[in-house]
């Protein structure tokens, strides 16, 4: 069974500039869940989607969005870049909501120069 | 918003010794999750702990979920160098507007 996939591994955007990180769960998961993790400040709540609809949503400016589509596969934006945006940005597949083992891919690590 | 706190940040061991980790939320849980991460990889499940006052070993590790669940510990009895990484404990709450808050983690390091 594949794990939790995502692409791409590694970028290197300049500020201002905006991208797109892509997740694909594990096959059945409808449970996506999206991190930002920095070494000062852990793992911190980006947003979670289920059945293509964002269920939560952490404290991040608007700049951070998402999306999920009909095979579960999530995308998440990133506009106008900051240098502060610089972190490794986590997916989190689960089999559903509420309370359920959460499967981590690799991660995108996100340069801002 | 919610809060989970966890404490040590950071604890380095020699092997043999045992280690412990406590998270504390700023309110009730419904569950805990531990996770952990090796460097330069990403989270891996451990556990989840439901119930009031629950207990649950993995070979040298224990779990427990405090009474009034809004705290947690976990500990390892007579470390590894296997064992090092970071353990993040994660504070569920909610129904149907169910959110998992992560702890800031503790770094073990041990030295053989």
């Known amino acids: 069974k594949a794990g939790v996939t995502q692409t791409p591994r590694y970028l290197i955007k300049t500020r201002g500039q905006q991208v797109t990180l892509s997740c694909s769960p594990i096959?059945?998961?409808?449970?996506v869940s999206w991190y930002q993790q920095t070494p000062g400040q852990g793992l911190q709540f980006l947003f979670e989607?289920?059945?293509?609809?964002?269920?939560n949503k952490g404290n991040f400016p608007g700049r951070f969005s998402g999306r999920q589509f009909s095979n579960s596969r999530s995308e998440m934006n990133v506009s106008t870049l900051e240098l502060g945006d610089s972190a490794l940005y986590l997916c989190?597949?689960?089999?559903?909501?509420?309370?359920?083992?959460?499967?981590f891919g690799q991660g995108t690590r996100l340069t801002v120069v | 918003g919610q809060q989970v706190m966890q404490i040590p940040q950071y604890q380095h061991v020699q092997e043999g010794e045992d280690f412990t980790t406590y998270c504390n939320s700023s309110?009730?849980?419904?569950?805990i999750q531990w996770y952990k991460q090796r460097p330069g990889g990403h989270p891996v499940f451990l556990i989840q702990?439901?119930?009031?006052?629950e207990v649950k070993k993995q070979k040298r590790l224990t779990f427990q979920f405090g009474e009034a669940k809004k705290n947690s510990s976990l500990h390892i009895t007579a470390t590894q160098t296997t064992d090092v990484g970071t353990y993040f404990c994660?504070?569920?709450?909610?129904?149907?507007?169910?959110?998992?808050?992560f702890g800031k983690g503790t770094l073990l390091t041990v030295n053989p």
């Open positions: 989190a597949s689960a089999l559903s909501r509420g309370g359920t083992e959460a499967f």
């Open positions: 096959s059945g998961h409808r449970s």
């Open positions: 989607y289920f059945s293509e609809t964002q269920r």
């Open positions: 309110t009730t849980l419904s569950n």
């Open positions: 702990l439901v119930k009031s006052g």
């Open positions: 994660a504070g569920g709450v909610g129904g149907s507007n169910y959110k998992l808050t």
